[in-house]
């Protein structure tokens, strides 16, 4: 996943940053995790928006054939019982074996996280999770621990996994709908690969179903089941307002059948679905939020390392393999209030509007931080303030805990978006606005581009962000290539190229 950390090291960039972020230690809100109030218009609704869990149940090795061997209801009292004996240097040689640079999420901070989640939320109406509900490396560690298993031993493996990380977000969350999509780890036959139509998706989405109210689980479930994505009305209290969740796996680059095929087709058809859903939604009257987990438009952090000279015709690296999600989104902007994604791990904004066309309305994009602290940085969940009869996103809080210090250091709000970007909701002309401030400020001196930097690796490490400050705020405003290069390529203070 993406660490901006890195960059210092690969880049070699011999730049003194170490003023950028002078006095930026982050100070935790005033009150604790337990005490937010409500906040927003009468018409506010509390929700959840959480991504990236990466629940890891190979984290105790030994336990790993229990698992295997159990039903899920029997997983809670496994996972929660003590350590086996040589759980940390089995644990250490399953990272080494499987190439993993850091821990995803044990059973112990996934308990943690939840716990927080319903201290902090406990009147959310709805939950939303943006993919990757399994660790990194699944295959690897699943091949590893429990050798000699068949290929429908690991799906069984995989769908008993993720229909433990769902029972317990419904047991954290009774009778709260729970909206789900699908992640590039999540799926049948190792990251990124999937076949639409499979008994794996007829399965999962059996399973990411029951998390919905009865009256739709039968709907989504045949959804899914065709190609891991689906539309449903959003339960009340919200109020004409529709979510698409997308499997935007089959858009991304990466993507490979089980089989290791590329097949651009599934990526067709659903985009052609979405449309189709889209223009009922307008037809209808209706407001939409479209959930995926890879974003649309660019990736900045793969343009940098991979030395693209984009002002001299090179092209800057895609999230996904095309521009036409974000263009069916802009295309639809009348009705979409909102995109929610994950994948990065981090804390992100975007905002996605045709370069040119002034009249063409925009849709803001929410990038929700990771539970799984992969990265080095903070676990963190997000708590909304939705306004339920507008479906727009009057505000929303970032809850972070000190993990690296022990799941004991707890958890504590971080800022508020509102609060801290002067800003009356979370709307295209909004997001806007704070993208200009901070395309304004170069060097990454004012207020606002201070406390993105800090908010945006939770934790208060993105030190090295600033000196890629420009190619990465073109990044939040410029979903397209042309629009990207001429962004970055306008800039006086920046070299022209974005190779260091």
Same mark, same amino acid.
């Given at each position: 996943?993406?660490?901006?950390?890195?960059?210092?090291?690969?880049?070699?960039?011999?730049?003194?940053?170490?003023?950028? $972020?002078?006095?930026? *230690?982050?100070?935790?809100?005033? *009150?604790?995790?337990?005490?937010?109030?409500?906040?927003?218009?009468?018409?506010?609704?509390?929700?959840? #928006?959480?991504?990236? +869990?990466?629940?890891?149940?190979?984290?105790?090795?030994?336990?790993?054939? #229990?698992?295997?061997?159990?039903?899920?209801?029997?997983?809670?009292?496994?996972?929660?019982?003590?350590?086996?004996?040589?759980?940390?240097?089995?644990?250490?040689?399953?990272?080494?074996?499987?190439?993993?640079?850091?821990?995803?999420?044990?059973?112990?901070?996934?308990?943690?996280? $939840?716990?927080?989640?319903?201290?902090?939320?406990?009147?959310?109406?709805?939950? =939303?999770?943006?993919?990757? $509900? +399994?660790?990194?490396?699944?295959?690897?560690?699943?091949?590893?621990?429990?050798?000699?298993? =068949?290929?429908?031993?690991?799906?069984?493996?995989?769908?008993?996994?993720?229909?433990?990380?769902?029972?317990?977000?419904?047991?954290?969350?009774?009778?709260?709908?729970?909206?789900?999509?699908?992640?590039?780890?999540?799926?049948?036959?190792?990251?990124?690969?999937?076949?639409?139509?499979?008994?794996? #998706?007829?399965?999962?989405?059996?399973?990411?179903?029951?998390?919905?109210?009865?009256?739709?689980?039968?709907?989504?479930?045949?959804?899914?089941?065709?190609?891991?994505?689906?539309?449903?009305?959003?339960?009340?209290?919200?109020?004409?307002?529709?979510?698409?969740?997308?499997?935007?796996?089959?858009?991304?680059?990466?993507?490979?059948?089980?089989?290791?095929?590329?097949?651009?087709?599934?990526?067709?058809?659903?985009?052609?679905?979405?449309? *189709?859903?889209?223009?009922?939604?307008?037809?209808?009257?209706?407001?939409?939020?479209?959930?995926?987990?890879?974003?649309?438009?660019?990736?900045?952090?793969?343009?940098?390392?991979?030395?693209?000279?984009?002002?001299?015709?090179?092209?800057?690296?895609?999230?996904?393999?095309?521009?036409?999600?974000?263009?069916?989104?802009?295309?639809?902007?009348?009705?979409?209030?909102?995109?929610?994604?994950?994948? =990065?791990?981090?804390?992100?904004?975007?905002?996605?509007?045709?370069?040119?066309?002034?009249?063409?309305?925009?849709?803001?994009?929410?990038?929700?931080?990771?539970?799984?602290?992969?990265?080095?940085?903070?676990?963190?969940?997000?708590?909304?303030?939705?306004?339920?009869?507008?479906?727009?996103?009057?505000?929303?809080?970032?809850?972070?805990?000190?993990?690296?210090?022990?799941?004991?250091?707890?958890?504590?709000?971080?800022?508020?978006?509102?609060?801290?970007?002067?800003?009356?909701?979370?709307?295209?002309?909004?997001?806007?606005?704070? +993208?200009?401030?901070?395309?304004?400020?170069?060097?990454?001196?004012?207020?606002?581009?201070?406390?993105?930097?800090?908010?945006?690796?939770?934790?208060?490490?993105?030190?090295?962000?600033? +000196?890629?400050?420009?190619?990465?705020?073109?990044?939040?405003?410029?979903?397209?290539?042309?629009?990207?290069?001429?962004?970055?390529?306008?800039?006086?203070?920046?070299?022209?190229?974005?190779?260091?």
């Amino acid at each position: 996943m993406r660490r901006w950390i890195r960059l210092v090291a690969v880049a070699l960039v011999a730049v003194c940053f170490s003023a950028a $972020l002078a006095g930026a *230690q982050a100070e935790k809100a005033g *009150q604790p995790v337990a005490a937010r109030a409500d906040q927003g218009t009468g018409h506010g609704v509390g929700a959840l #928006l959480v991504s990236d +869990i990466h629940f890891d149940p190979f984290h105790d090795p030994g336990k790993a054939k #229990l698992l295997a061997a159990a039903p899920v209801s029997e997983w809670r009292a496994i996972l929660a019982a003590p350590a086996t004996l040589n759980q940390e240097p089995a644990f250490e040689a399953l990272q080494r074996s499987c190439y993993a640079h850091r821990a995803d999420t044990p059973y112990p901070l996934l308990e943690s996280a $939840l716990k927080a989640m319903r201290a902090a939320e406990p009147n959310a109406k709805f939950i =939303t999770v943006s993919g990757d $509900l +399994i660790a990194h490396g699944f295959f690897c560690r699943y091949g590893k621990t429990l050798p000699g298993g =068949t290929a429908g031993d690991y799906q069984a493996f995989v769908l008993k996994t993720m229909e433990f990380v769902m029972g317990e977000l419904r047991a954290a969350f009774p009778h709260v709908p729970v909206y789900v999509a699908l992640g590039n780890n999540d799926t049948a036959c190792d990251d990124y690969r999937l076949d639409a139509g499979s008994e794996f #998706l007829r399965q999962a989405g059996a399973i990411l179903a029951k998390g919905l109210p009865p009256a739709g689980q039968q709907a989504v479930a045949s959804q899914f089941g065709a190609g891991g994505y689906y539309s449903v009305a959003m339960a009340e209290p919200m109020q004409g307002t529709r979510l698409i969740a997308l499997n935007d796996l089959f858009l991304s680059p990466k993507y490979r059948s089980c089989a290791g095929k590329a097949d651009d087709s599934a990526g067709a058809a659903e985009l052609a679905w979405m449309r *189709q859903q889209l223009a009922q939604a307008r037809a209808a009257g209706e407001r939409v939020w479209v959930m995926g987990h890879i974003p649309p438009g660019i990736d900045p952090y793969s343009t940098l390392m991979s030395f693209s000279n984009v002002c001299d015709g090179g092209d800057p690296v895609l999230f996904l393999a095309e521009d036409k999600l974000a263009d069916l989104l802009v295309e639809y902007a009348d009705v979409v209030r909102l995109g929610v994604f994950g994948h =990065t791990h981090m804390d992100e904004m975007r905002v996605l509007r045709r370069e040119g066309d002034e009249a063409q309305g925009g849709v803001a994009v929410k990038l929700v931080p990771s539970i799984s602290p992969v990265d080095g940085n903070e676990p963190s969940f997000t708590i909304a303030r939705v306004n339920a009869a507008s479906g727009v996103m009057e505000d929303f809080q970032v809850v972070s805990t000190g993990y690296e210090a022990g799941i004991a250091a707890g958890w504590a709000p971080t800022y508020d978006f509102g609060r801290t970007y002067d800003q009356a909701g979370f709307t295209p002309s909004a997001v806007e606005a704070v +993208i200009a401030e901070f395309k304004a400020d170069r060097g990454a001196k004012a207020k606002a581009s201070q406390a993105y930097l800090r908010h945006y690796y939770a934790g208060d490490r993105a030190a090295e962000l600033s +000196i890629f400050w420009t190619q990465y705020v073109c990044a939040l405003g410029n979903y397209s290539v042309k629009g990207y290069a001429g962004c970055v390529c306008s800039s006086p203070k920046k070299p022209a190229v974005t190779t260091p």
